[in-house]
């Protein structure tokens, strides 16, 4: 889980590295013409993935019980829209918590780890060796030691999310650029005023790259988490649902999910425009 | 009364010698410059003197009061513009008194009277990628003028620059030097540069580098308009290229 992540979020960095050296006035033209380009192939495959899965379901080529068209999962998505709107709220609200908590913990582990060579030296190998233990296996564990309220799902919501935050950030406080951190010693800055001067705002764009990778990770964290155990969540409705056989309605739970967790992406990117305005003004 | 003092400076990475027993003097309202070879130890020199290094030996005094390995007391601008890609021209202009506690709204105010005298009226809101290498030299400029009135250290502020852009960037220089009356010690490795630019040049040369000569320009200011295509100015520059 460590290493593709890792060169995920420095591929999402370099990409924007990338098009930064480019800046030239045609190649950006040319590169939004492409862009406009590249929306229309997924629309299409995706009309044309669900026009053979429609067909494969209403011809009978796969039992309807086991593959319910994406008619059935639509008018499924409509009849029990309000009960997934209640578990989805108790989901979202677990995710919101623990993404918090796990931004805060990756936050300051990045700091004091960045800070303090010891705490680096320490730390690091523990905080890799958690991501190396599968989410799936801790999940039961966490439900017998603190019950099935709220608490072990925020817990497994930290633990998944914090990771990504606290190595990209590290990383974006260690390549701070050394002349200008000589360039503010040289005007007498502190070290705190380093860190909020430097190293903070050239790590934003990591930042967010990997707070894009940990939302949709929280969302799958806290469904994970219920599965295992709970009274309500999208997780329970999950469990619930299967046991009743009801593969529309898993479906339906499904697309919600990927839904929100595409949702909530889009919102970092606005938060992220928002936060870096000087990447908007090429 | 800005004066400043260094005595001797030695300096070594690894026991490489990197700069010996370099003495120099700055005194008030001069531009002097340090000229040599490029890797001579120039920049280690600023370092030095900026506090940023403790040198092995000697020490550096600024007004009678000794600085060596305080950073803090000089204006350094370091051998690239190092404006800050995320902060506006006026807040990376502003940064030094940021960071000397100043709020906000007022370290703006202060910094905005200045930036029509720099020629950078309109660029107060834009981000640095928006300007020319020449604007954002002059914006960085600026910025270091704002961290100290006194002595400014300038690393090859030029030198980035393509040679239309740099006589512009002379001219522009020693116009304004001649309002703002900052005593500053810039590096070049541009002998042409040296002559048109300041009142004293000391060269710095060998391994270990040391100031092997020093040459006063003496050539009222404002420098005539035709000064580097004259007979002086070649002497100069004939004098210089054989000591190096
Ligand atoms: N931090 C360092 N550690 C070890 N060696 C260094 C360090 N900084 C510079 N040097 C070496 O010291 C020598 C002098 O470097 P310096 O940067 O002072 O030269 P310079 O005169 O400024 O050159 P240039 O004109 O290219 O900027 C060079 O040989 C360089 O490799
Ligand atoms: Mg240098």
Redesign the interface.
């Known amino acids: 889980m460590c290493l593709p992540l890792k060169r995920k979020l420095q591929n999402t960095t370099s990409k924007r590295e990338r098009k930064?050296i480019q800046g030239g006035r045609g190649q950006e033209q040319f590169s939004r013409k492409s862009y406009a380009g590249e929306k229309v192939w997924p629309v299409l495959t995706i009309i044309i993935i669900l026009g053979i899965w429609q067909t494969a379901s209403s011809t009978g080529m796969v039992p309807r019980f086991m593959l319910p068209s994406p008619i059935d999962v639509a008018k499924a998505f409509i009849i029990d829209f309000p009960l997934l709107m209640s578990n989805a709220k108790v989901t979202l609200l677990e995710a919101f918590i623990g993404l918090g908590m796990g931004v805060a913990v990756g936050f300051l582990m990045a700091v004091l780890m960045d800070r303090f060579e010891k705490m680096y030296q320490a730390f690091y190998p523990l905080i890799v060796l958690t991501q190396t233990v599968p989410t799936v296996a801790i999940a039961p564990l966490l439900v017998l030691w603190f019950g099935y309220e709220m608490l072990p799902k925020v817990i497994l919501i930290v633990i998944v999310t914090f990771f990504p935050v606290t190595v990209s950030l590290l990383d974006g406080f260690k390549s701070a650029?050394r002349?200008?951190v000589?360039?503010?010693?040289?005007?007498?800055?502190s070290k705190v005023?380093i860190f909020w001067?430097?190293k903070f705002?050239?790590s934003?764009g990591q930042f967010f790259a990997s707070l894009r990778i940990s939302v949709s990770y929280a969302v799958v964290g806290a469904v994970i988490a219920e599965w295992l155990g709970g009274f309500s969540g999208l997780g329970v409705y999950m469990t619930r649902v299967k046991k009743a056989f009801s593969f529309d309605k898993m479906f339906a739970v499904i697309f919600l999910i990927s839904v929100i967790s595409l949702l909530l992406m889009g919102a970092v990117n606005l938060l992220q425009k928002k936060c870096?305005p000087?990447e908007e003004?090429? | 009364m800005a004066e400043l003092i260094v005595t001797d400076v030695t300096l070594s990475y690894e026991n490489r010698h990197v700069i010996e027993d370099i003495s120099i003097e700055l005194h008030e309202n001069e531009l002097v410059c340090l000229l040599g070879a490029s890797g001579g130890g120039k920049t280690t020199l600023f370092n030095v003197i900026s506090g940023l290094y403790t040198p092995d030996t000697g020490n550096v005094t600024l007004n009678g009061e000794d600085i060596t390995g305080q950073p803090g007391h000089i204006s350094y601008m370091l051998q690239k513009d190092l404006l800050l890609p995320y902060r506006t021209i006026e807040d990376n202009v502003a940064l030094p008194l940021l960071l000397k506690g100043e709020k906000k709204r007022s370290a703006r105010e202060k910094v905005n009277a200045y930036f029509e005298e720099f020629g950078l009226q309109d660029t107060q809101k834009k981000y640095p990628h928006q300007l020319s290498g020449g604007m954002r030299q002059r914006a960085a400029l600026l910025r270091t003028y704002m961290f100290s009135r006194d002595v400014a250290l300038l690393d090859e502020p030029f030198s980035a620059l393509d040679t239309l852009t740099k006589s512009d960037m002379h001219r522009w220089y020693l116009d304004v030097m001649d309002k703002i009356q900052l005593s500053t010690l810039f590096i070049t490795h541009d002998i042409d540069e040296a002559i048109l630019l300041s009142d004293r040049i000391y060269l710095l040369t060998g391994i270990p580098g040391r100031i092997t000569d020093e040459i006063i320009i003496r050539e009222p200011k404002p420098r005539r308009k035709d000064f580097h295509m004259s007979r002086e100015f070649l002497e100069y520059k004939k004098r210089i290229i054989e000591k190096l």
């Not at chain 1, 000589?182 to 800055?189: D, E, F, K, P, V």
């Open positions: 930064r650029d002349d200008t000589n360039l503010l010693r040289s005007m007498g800055a005023q001067f430097v705002p050239g934003l870096m000087w003004r090429e």
